[in-house]
């Protein structure tokens, strides 16, 4: 009984150590699936994959470190993502980087209204890095702008491309002085748990429309 209950322990801590290792395994699969799904669906941008090798322990925790540098040809700046935006190469060095990370109160994106009746702009930031909230700020009183609208990146700026999805909208109000409206956003990439993402090195800017003086468009 004695040797039959010692050789169950043993099962179970080969079994629980079995289920640890397929669970990791499965949970890194699916974020390089997402990883796939996204360089299928933007075949315009240029990406390179990176795997995060650090994270900031500091007080601020708004940012983490991945394998990739200047030998991959990244620069301060470029989108980084995985299911959504991530945030943004914050430092370059030689064979690493470090990326701000969108939840960051220092992260700061233009961004959009994904809706066919919509395309109130703002600019989406972080409220505090230690959750996934985002704030919304700087969207006209008269835009429309709902609790379960979608937000990506306008591309405006023309640093980043555009429709990079960021989150859902939570919740709407009026700012303080009651001038613009700010939204909540949930993100839609959980900067927690990413141990996987692309970094966007190049991408075909959305064409701009040109307009004559009189406000329509030129031909």
């Not at 039959?4 to 890194?28: F, G, P, T, W």
């Not at 991945?66 to 943004?88: F, P, Q, T």
């Not at 405006?156 to 999805?165: N, R, T, V």
Request: hydrophobic share 40%; glycine share 8%.
């Amino acid at each position: 009984m004695q040797s039959e209950n010692e050789q169950l322990k043993r099962d179970n801590i080969e079994l629980r150590n079995a289920n640890i290792q397929m669970a990791s395994v499965y949970a890194e699969n699916r974020q390089l699936r997402a990883l796939l799904d996204y360089k299928e669906q933007h075949k315009s941008q240029k990406v390179v994959a990176a795997k995060v090798i650090a994270r900031n322990h500091g007080d601020l925790r708004d940012s983490m470190y991945i394998d990739a540098g200047e030998d991959k040809g990244l620069k301060r700046e470029m989108a980084v993502v995985n299911e959504g935006l991530v945030g943004v190469v914050d430092e370059v060095y030689g064979s690493y980087a470090r990326v701000l990370l969108l939840n960051s109160p220092r992260f700061k994106m233009g961004a959009r209204v994904l809706r066919h009746d919509s395309r109130a702009v703002g600019v989406v930031g972080g409220k505090t890095s230690a959750d996934d909230k985002l704030v919304m700020e700087h969207v006209f009183r008269e835009a429309s702008l709902r609790e379960g609208d979608v937000i990506v990146t306008s591309g405006y700026s023309g640093s980043h491309p555009a429709d990079i999805l960021i989150g859902t909208v939570t919740k709407t109000r009026m700012d303080s002085v009651g001038l613009l409206q700010e939204a909540e956003v949930h993100a839609a990439a959980d900067v927690a748990d990413v141990e996987h993402v692309l970094v966007i090195t190049s991408f075909t800017p959305a064409p701009k429309i040109e307009f004559n003086r009189q406000g329509g468009q030129a031909k």
